[in-house]
């Protein structure tokens, strides 16, 4: 089992250009989780993915969007983009299932985003 | 606002003491609050998860305390080795579906340990 795996692992854009980040959850996961890391600073929730759609959102703008594949795979996608996404971005894998017990959540080595 | 503090941002220890790291919250009510590990450039790894009607959780050299009253964690590492130096967080889960793991965790910014020889 490779674990959540995520790619690329170092990638540098420009100011305004767009990026695609993915992710592929550990095996049997079913929920995806996305979070921006900046230097020195804990993780931050930008969304997660249940079912192929958006489950809840954490306080990023609409720049910031996601898909989730019929596979349980992920993108993140970031528009326009600015100096501040500078980030580590972080996927997590988790299994949802209502009234279960908690499961444990998974995280991904991260996506190293740089803008310049 | 919710809020979220790990006590210290840095914290050195001599090498078989007992580290304690402290997370304290306000306006929040978690279900479950866990620990991870975080070494430089990797992902978080989980170490001990604690539910909001436990008090305390031991995993080998770990141990999680947790006061609701308080609002407050203490994460134990005994018998500290170099191998134990990493940063540490603090994430908290307000459990919204069903009593199970919301999993759409708030992190603190956690406490870089140092395990010194």
């Known amino acids: 089992d490779a674990g959540v795996t995520q790619s690329p692992t170092h990638l540098i854009k420009t100011r305004g250009q767009q990026v695609t980040l993915r992710c592929s959850p550990k095996?049997?996961?079913?929920?995806v989780s996305w979070y921006q890391q900046a230097l020195g600073q804990g993780p931050q929730f930008i969304f997660q993915?249940?079912?192929?759609?958006?489950?809840q959102r954490g306080n990023f703008p609409d720049r910031f969007s996601g898909h989730q594949f019929p596979n349980y795979s992920s993108e993140l996608n970031v528009n326009a983009l600015l100096l501040g996404d500078s980030a580590l971005y972080l996927c997590?894998?988790?299994?949802?299932?209502?009234?279960?017990?908690?499961?444990?959540?998974?995280f991904g080595p991260g996506t190293r985003l740089t803008v310049l | 606002s919710q809020k979220i503090e790990q006590n210290s941002e840095a914290l050195n220890i001599q090498e078989g003491k007992t580290a304690t790291l402290t997370c304290n919250y306000t306006?929040?009510?978690?279900?479950?609050l866990q620990w991870y590990r975080q070494d430089p450039g990797r992902g978080p790894v989980f170490l001990l998860l604690?539910?909001?009607?436990?008090k305390e959780k031991r995993k080998e050299r770990l141990k999680v305390t947790f006061d609701t009253t308080l609002k407050q964690s203490l994460f134990h590492i005994t018998a500290s080795q170099p191998a134990d130096s990493a940063t540490y967080l603090c994430?908290?889960?307000?459990?919204?579906?069903?009593?199970?793991?919301?999993?759409?965790?708030?992190f603190g910014k956690g406490t870089k340990l140092s395990v010194i020889p």
């Open positions: 997590a894998s988790s299994l949802s299932e209502g009234g279960r017990d908690y499961n444990d959540q998974f």
């Open positions: 993915y249940y079912e192929e759609e958006e489950r």
């Open positions: 306006n929040y009510s978690p279900a479950y």
């Open positions: 095996s049997g996961h079913d929920t």
């Open positions: 994430a908290l889960d307000p459990a919204e579906y069903s009593g199970a793991g919301s999993y759409q965790l708030t």
């Open positions: 604690i539910r909001e009607n436990e």
